[in-house]
């Protein structure tokens, strides 16, 4: 069992730059989550799918932001353009679909942006 | 959801039971309480979750008061692997039940 699979797990970019960040989620698990973990406002959900389509974006910050999930095993977070206030570190997450079903965190890709 | 309030931090010697308090005094009859801990420099893990009686599980004992307004996670025999951050969260079965709400958590650290 391989977990929840993010890449990379470090990014450093200039200011304005394109980034992409990839999630691969537990096989079977028909729900994805991103947050993102910032010093001052700690972790916060951004988005998340069920069934691969958008349930809640609500915590996405701004137009710059966007999230995929083309289909079960794949999904995308992309900021463009970057800015240094989007230096964070983001989690994806993975769990079954319901309620109460414990959610399974990837390592987290560390981004900054210079 | 209901609120949650934790002590910033909290100190154990290792072997020793850590016993970390949360209060949920607005929780409603049908939330759950969830707890995850998040070692330095990883995602988050799931330790524990309940209702109304008391949980047990390979990781970790969680209590809730009777009239549900708070719990205590205890680690047992706390090592120096358990230093980290521990959330205590309430979700609701509403919509959006799926959301992880995180607050500030309690640092914990274990000493040798």
């Known amino acids: 069992d391989a977990g929840v699979i993010q890449s990379p797990r470090h990014e450093v970019t200039e200011m304005g730059q394109e980034v992409t960040l990839r999630c691969k989620p537990i096989?079977?698990?028909?729900?994805l989550f991103w947050y993102r973990q910032t010093m001052m406002r700690g972790l916060e959900l951004l988005i998340y799918f069920n069934n691969n389509v958008p349930i809640d974006d609500s915590g996405m910050p701004e137009d710059r932001f966007s999230a995929k999930m083309p289909n079960a095993s794949f999904s995308t977070l992309k900021i463009q353009p970057s800015e240094p206030r989007d230096s964070a570190v983001y989690f994806c997450?993975?769990?079954?679909?319901?309620?109460?079903?414990?959610?399974?965190f990837g390592p987290g890709t560390r981004l900054t942006v210079l | 959801d209901a609120k949650t309030t934790q002590p910033p931090s909290m100190d154990c010697a290792e072997g020793r039971a850590a016993n970390l308090p949360c209060n949920h005094s607005?929780?409603?009859?049908?939330?759950?309480v969830y707890w995850y801990r998040q070692i330095h420099s990883q995602g988050p893990q799931y330790i524990i979750h309940?209702?109304?009686n008391n949980e047990t599980n390979e990781m970790a004992s969680l209590i809730i008061t009777e009239d549900r307004k708070s719990s205590t996670l205890i680690l047992p025999h706390a090592t120096l692997r358990d230093t980290a951050v521990y959330y205590c969260i309430v979700r609701s079965p509403q919509g959006g039940s799926e959301k992880l709400v995180f607050g500030k958590g309690t640092k914990l650290t274990v000493n040798p």
């Open positions: 997450a993975s769990s079954l679909p319901g309620a109460y079903n414990e959610q399974f």
């Open positions: 096989s079977g698990h028909n729900s």
């Open positions: 607005t929780i409603s009859g049908n939330e759950y």
């Open positions: 309940g209702l109304k």
